[in-house]
């Protein structure tokens, strides 16, 4: 008998406020995000459990320990976690009947989700809730508490937050990228960081030779992105992805692919990542909100470049030839190889590619207009291999000796006594507005103490700081017209001779070669010159090549042409 009243003790009888005492299935749940880690013990896994096993020991009458849900490293501010939901659906099952946290953040830290579990879905499926810190709730013992102002402002509290805190990281993400550290889980492919500093990052020699293999068979060797791909699978290279589980980084560690290979999409990124010249690019995608995690891409120039933070992989000369060949077709000559001018040719006429074919007898490799051979609305333009190859070896010649002739025009302007005396007196220009401007500052100062200690009136103040100012404003735009002189001689220089240099080293070519074609070209555009007498029974066929560095032979000639004048 006496174990009968036990058990209707616990089952049948009304306790104090009302509500019926039965043994509760108890579901508890901890969780821990990567933020809340950075708190200390108090919010850790372990302290959690501790605290409610505790509050179980105390009550085990009432209570029966179900199951333990574990969320470790997880945001509360959205309820897609794995564990969480494996709670939720236990509650629609009555597998649980009961859920104990350690406090309110644990639980959620998105005040909506809070409200409706705790508002609605609980009461729904009758499921008791208790939080035993921040404030103490327990759905059944103490109804007020869940509704209650304190329970509903620490869930705003909660979630108010990690809104500030997320603010904070991102800030303090946004800093560090702009003083060029690396913020990033893993360094690129071809990198790794320095083990006395974190956010710098240094070579890795095994996988930086392959980086610069694939530069070199697309850049130098004319390999299209496919080729690379073809050839490194055949070889065996190890893919980036690879490489980065044998040092040990499982940048997906969820995913294990069948097989590893390298594809079109992986060599590219390798192709258009700026970092292998040594600059720092980062923040190139941001979440939606701290409370969505979905990434969206930024434009380009929102992206945060830091320019020579570490050491290169490719030259910068090497990187921008392969941004300039990326985008262009290069296609595969029926052969089976590329063709040197693959990326380079376009019509005149129709602004397409033109794609390189053999016909005749001999299956000499001439080039055709790819939009007429589709359509038959362009010309039917072709020009052989041989003769294309006299035609660019005769103007990259002439280039080079007209920048052998402006080079010498330009360092007689130089020398010249006009332009030396010129830069003599913007010099002292220059000397005489700094002593003028410090002469102006020093009255704005002593203006302003005479007004600080009452000798003059704030009226006074105001009309002769004005006037002050705009002396000053007036001299700074004279320093700077100055300044933007000067500046010329020093931009002529630096841009040109670095870019002078770089033709001179083909003065002796003999033949065209792919290296000649990427180094010196940016685009060859052929067209048919229909009035003119045929050749051979041919049509003759107009050659224009488009050298890089038109930039700086524009400045190079402007700055001739402004100082024509100048007696050498």
Not at 94 to 112: E, L, T
Not at 146 to 175: A, C, P, R, W
Not at 387 to 403: F, G, P
Request: charged share 30%; glycine share 4%.
């Amino acid at each position: 008998m006496a174990r009968k009243k036990v058990a209707s003790l616990f089952e049948d009888v009304n306790g104090i406020n009302g509500y019926v005492s039965k043994k509760y299935r108890v579901g508890v749940y901890l969780r821990l995000s990567k933020e809340d880690a950075l708190s200390g013990v108090s919010a850790s896994i372990d302290n959690q459990g501790k605290i409610i096993d505790t509050y179980l020991q105390d009550n085990p009458l009432e209570f029966e320990l179900v199951h333990t849900y574990v969320d470790d490293g997880l945001t509360g501010v959205t309820d897609d976690r794995v564990n969480f939901q494996r709670m939720i659906e236990d509650c629609k099952t009555q597998k649980i009947n009961c859920i104990i946290v350690k406090d309110g953040s644990r639980f959620a830290r998105n005040y909506a989700d809070c409200e409706y579990y705790v508002e609605e879905f609980f009461k729904i499926h009758n499921i008791r809730f208790i939080c035993l810190d921040n404030p103490r709730v327990d759905s059944v013992k103490d109804p007020r508490s869940v509704s209650g102002m304190q329970f509903h402002f620490t869930n705003y509290f909660n979630e108010y937050f990690v809104k500030q805190t997320s603010e904070k990281i991102l800030q303090t993400f946004g800093d560090k990228r702009r003083r060029g550290e690396f913020i990033g889980s893993f360094a690129p492919f071809g990198y790794k960081k320095d083990p006395k500093n974190k956010h710098l990052l240094i070579v890795d020699d095994e996988a930086a030779e392959i980086v610069r293999k694939i530069f070199d068979l697309f850049v130098n060797k004319g390999r299209s992105v496919r080729q690379i791909c073809l050839e490194f699978n055949e070889k065996g290279i190890p893919t980036m992805l690879q490489y980065m589980r044998t040092i040990g980084h499982n940048i997906v560690p969820n995913i294990v692919p069948k097989t590893y290979s390298w594809n079109y999409h992986s060599i590219r990124k390798i192709l258009r990542d700026e970092k292998y010249c040594g600059h720092m690019v980062q923040g190139k995608a941001s979440r939606i909100s701290y409370k969505n995690k979905k990434q969206i891409k930024k434009p380009v120039e929102e992206w945060v470049v830091v320019r020579n933070t570490h050491e290169p992989i490719i030259d910068e000369e090497v990187f921008q030839k392969a941004q300039t060949l990326i985008g262009r077709s290069t296609r595969v000559a029926p052969d089976g190889e590329r063709s040197k001018y693959s990326g380079l040719l376009f019509c005149s006429k129709c602004g397409y590619a033109i794609n390189c074919k053999r016909s005749g007898r001999t299956r000499e490799r001439g080039y055709v207009c790819k939009f007429y051979q589709m359509t038959k609305k362009c010309e039917p333009l072709h020009i052989t291999e041989v003769s294309l190859d006299e035609r660019v070896l005769y103007a990259v010649r002439s280039q080079i000796a007209l920048l052998a002739e402006l080079e010498q025009v330009c360092n007689n302007i130089m020398v010249s006594e006009q332009y030396v005396d010129d830069s003599k007196i913007l010099l002292s220009s220059l000397e005489k507005l700094q002593k003028q401007l410090q002469v102006l500052e020093a009255k704005s100062h002593r203006l302003y103490d005479s007004f600080d200690d009452g000798t003059i009136t704030k009226e006074l103040y105001s009309s002769r700081s004005q006037s002050l100012n705009e002396e000053i404003e007036s001299v700074k735009d004279k320093m700077a017209k100055v300044r933007k002189e000067m500046q010329q001689y020093k931009d002529v220089t630096e841009r040109t001779t670095d870019y002078l240099e770089y033709f001179k080293k083909y003065e002796t070519v003999t033949e065209v070669d792919r290296e000649l074609l990427v180094a010196l070209i940016d685009r060859i555009l052929i067209e048919n010159v229909n009035d003119a007498p045929r050749r051979h029974n041919m049509t003759v066929k107009k050659v224009t090549v488009v050298f890089n560095f038109q930039d700086e032979f524009k400045a190079l000639e402007q700055f001739i042409e402004e100082n024509a004048l100048v007696s050498f």
